[in-house]
Nanobody
Framework: QVQLVESGGGLVQAGGSLRLSCVAS????????MGWFRQAPGKEREFVAA????????PYADSVKGRFTISRDNAKNTVYLQMNSLKPEDTAVYYC???????????WGQGTQVTVSS
């Protein structure tokens, strides 16, 4: 099985930046599609970004396009989410997730809180 542990969340002012990291256990990280999702209070969890196994394909939600960048280092079993120009509406718990090719996301981290103050 794969375990995912996120870090890097915190409190930041609007316009600031944060970098989230997600470290995966196990030897299968390189074969997984990885994604970031977020859930704000009272709202459903939503997709933020994903990255293919090689890093060549990186779809984003429209709300974060141009501000967030997803990347991965397969040698370190780590996926990152660089978040720039943060807005108060980006406030949420951010989750890292992994999926076997062609399957739904079935590996999830515990989440890390991101709070953006205005």
């Amino acid at each position: 099985q794969v375990q995912l542990v996120e870090s890097g969340g915190g409190l930041v002012q609007a316009g600031g930046s944060l970098r989230l990291s997600c470290v995966a256990s196990g030897r299968t990280f390189g074969s997984l599609v990885m994604g970031w999702f977020r859930q704000a209070p009272g709202k459903e969890r939503e997709f933020v970004a994903a990255i293919s196994q090689s890093g060549s394909n990186t779809p984003y939600a429209d709300s974060v396009k141009g501000r967030f960048t997803i990347s991965r280092d397969n040698a370190k079993n780590t996926v990152y989410l660089q978040m720039n120009s943060l807005k108060p509406e980006d406030t949420a718990v951010y989750y890292c997730a992994g999926a076997n090719p062609g399957r739904s996301y079935n590996y999830w981290g515990q989440g890390t809180q991101v709070t953006v103050s205005s």
